[in-house]
T-cell receptor
Framework: KAGVTQTPRYLIKTRGQQVTLSCSPI?????VSWYQQTPGQGLQFLFE???????NKGNFPGRFSGRQFSNSRSEMNVSTLELGDSALYLC????????????FGPGTRLTVL | KNQVEQSPQSLIILEGKNCTLQ??????????LRWYKQDTGRGPVSLTI?????NTKSNGRYTATLDADTKQSSLHITASQLSDSASYIC???????????FGKGTKLSVKP
């Protein structure tokens, strides 16, 4: 069974631009969660999607948004990029979220110049 | 407030030695606790998941313990290998959707 895939793996943008990251979950998994990880910080929860609906949201500004498609693939968008948005963005898929085991993708390394 | 504290922040050991990583949490309610291994620049990989009723769980050379009464967990690594060099993250789950609280991790370096 293929694992979680994320594209692109690396991205360089400049301040003010916007970016879209993609995540394809494990086949059969309906929940996709997104996390931001910066050096020295734990994973910070961005949001979770289940069956095309945002089910939970972390404490991030509205510049961070996402969506999920009918095939469970998910995208995350960050508008008006700031230097502080430079981070590793991870997505995780699980059968139904919550207490189910999460499987993480390799991440997208975003650098904002 | 839900919090997770891991200790030590970093650890250097020689190959072949054992080590124990600690995790204290204040998540409530509590459903289960996970330990993840994260190589630098990669996504975390699950090592163990323990429910509140489990005291010990092993995965090869990794053994996790849980004391739900004192809200403490530990991860013991036996006969360390160079490939064990990574960050180890403790993640208690509070039983509500999306309520995974990630610790900042312990960075382990195994030297030859």
């Amino acid at each position: 069974k293929a694992g979680v895939t994320q594209t692109p793996r690396y991205l360089i943008k400049t301040r003010g631009q916007q970016v879209t990251l993609s995540c394809s979950p494990i086949s059969g998994h309906r929940s996709v969660s997104w996390y931001q990880q910066t050096p020295g910080q734990g994973l910070q929860f961005l949001f979770e999607y289940f069956s095309e609906t945002q089910r939970n949201k972390g404490n991030f500004p509205g510049r961070f948004s996402g969506r999920q498609f009918s095939n469970s693939r998910s995208e995350m968008n960050v508008s008006t990029l700031e230097l502080g948005d430079s981070a590793l963005y991870l997505c995780a898929s699980s059968l139904a979220g919550g207490g189910y085991e999460q499987f993480f993708g390799p991440g997208t390394r975003l650098t904002v110049l | 407030k839900n919090q997770v504290e891991q200790s030590p922040q970093s650890l250097i050991i020689l190959e072949g030695k054992n080590c124990t990583l600690q995790c204290n949490y204040t998540v409530s309610p509590f459903s289960n606790l996970r330990w993840y291994k994260q190589d630098t620049g990669r996504g975390p990989v699950s090592l163990t998941i323990m429910t509140f009723s489990e005291n010990t769980k092993s995965n090869g050379r990794y053994t996790a313990t849980l004391d739900a009464d004192t809200k403490q967990s530990s991860l013991h690594i036996t006969a360390s290998q160079l490939s064990d060099s990574a960050s180890y993250i403790c993640v208690p789950y509070g039983g509500s959707q999306g309520n995974l609280i990630f610790g900042k991790g312990t960075k382990l370096s195994v030297k030859p």
